[in-house]
Nanobody, 119 residues
Framework: QVQLVESGGGLVQAGDSLRLSCAAS????????MGWFRQAPGKEREFVGA????????IYAESVQGRFTISGGNARNTLYLQMNTLKPEDTAVYYC????????????WGQGTQVTVSS
C-alpha cells in the first residue's frame, strides 16, 4: 500500500521559517516526481512546487519562488519543503503528492498538514 505522510506543519508568525517533510512508502517514484500543493479555506488546491527525481530539477509557483525550496532525501522517498519568509497568505493545508512518470497525473496524495501564519 502506497502512503505519503506529511509532517512539520504548525503555527508560526509572519517572517518565520518552517520545514515540511513527506515520507513515501510502498513504492518508489524515482522515475517520476514528487511535489507540494496547498489549499487555503474557500480556495482551490494550488500547485506549490515539485522535483523531478531523474534530473533533480525543480519548479515553483510564482507566489513562492525565492522563498520556498524543495529538496529530497538520497533514497528519493522523502521530500522536504523549506519555507522561509512566511506570509499570512501562505496559510493553508499543505499536501504532498507524487506521480510515477512524465505525463502521468498526480495519483498519490498525503493527508495534508496545516500551516498557519499569523500576522
Amino acid at each position: 500500500q502506497v502512503q505519503l505522510v506529511e509532517s512539520g506543519g504548525g503555527l508560526v508568525q509572519a517572517g518565520d521559517s518552517l520545514r515540511l517533510s513527506c515520507a513515501a512508502s510502498g513504492r518508489t517514484f524515482s522515475g517520476g516526481a514528487m511535489g507540494w500543493f496547498r489549499q487555503a479555506p474557500g480556495k482551490e488546491r494550488e500547485f506549490v512546487g515539485a522535483i523531478w527525481w531523474s534530473t533533480s530539477s525543480t519548479i515553483y509557483a510564482e507566489s513562492v519562488q525565492g522563498r520556498f525550496t524543495i529538496s529530497g532525501g538520497n533514497a528519493r522517498n522523502t521530500l522536504y519543503l523549506q519555507m522561509n519568509t512566511l506570509k499570512p497568505e501562505d496559510t493553508a493545508v499543505y499536501y504532498c503528492a507524487a506521480k510515477t512518470g512524465p505525463g502521468r497525473s498526480w495519483g498519490y496524495w498525503g493527508q495534508g498538514t496545516q500551516v498557519t501564519v499569523s500576522s
